[in-house]
């Protein structure tokens, strides 16, 4: 009795590790659901919004100028921000806000990725920390799923004259 019901424990405790381990890999190298809050992203994406993320872009350097990522947020390592990514490496990206007078420009370094928020006047974001490394990029965010009405693919920025092609 006291085998059987050891035997049980452990197939039990087998099959936990092994279904955990399988959803590890799911969420860490495929994708996952986050809910993004804040102003930042906005109109593209409302404060509680409920987005699919994959991280498969991330790990064939498939990101391109336009996606929204998911990020780990350069001042706080804790926390993750939610931005467009507006130049990549070797790109020409315009540095300053867009109420200044005279605007200035600068050059992506490689290995990094210049990301800012659709919301320019309420948004943290490269024109405040600089190229964010893109190691730092844990996903591409491809489609919001909640609110309903609002289900599907994002909208293109509404910032899409900041993308430079030089």
């Known amino acids: 009795m006291l085998r059987n019901g050891l ?5 039990f405790l087998g099959y936990t590790v092994q279904y955990g381990c ?3 890999c799911a969420f860490e190298y495929l994708g996952g659901i986050v809910v993004c809050s804040g102003p930042s992203m906005e109109p593209t994406i409302q404060n509680s919004d409920i987005v699919f993320s994959e991280n498969l872009s ?7 100028k336009g996606d929204i990522v998911i990020v780990k947020s350069p001042n706080d390592p804790k926390s993750n921000i939610c931005k467009r990514v507006i130049g990549l490496e070797g790109d020409k990206v315009c540095t300053s806000n867009p109420s200044d007078f005279l605007k200035s420009h600068s050059y992506v370094p490689k290995g ?3 990301l800012e928020g659709d919301n320019l006047r309420n948004s943290t974001d490269s024109r405040c920390y600089g190229p964010v490394p893109y190691g730092l990029i ?4 491809c489609f919001k799923i909640w609110p309903l ?9 509404p910032n899409s004259h900041r993308f430079l092609d030089d």
């Open 7 to 11: 035997g049980k424990t452990f197939r």
């Open 22 to 24: 399988i959803a590890h």
């Open 58 to 64: 991330r790990h064939f350097y498939c990101i391109r």
């Open 112 to 114: 990094h990725v210049w």
């Open 138 to 141: 844990r996903g591409r965010i």
């Open 149 to 157: 009405n609002d289900f599907g693919f994002l909208r293109a920025s």
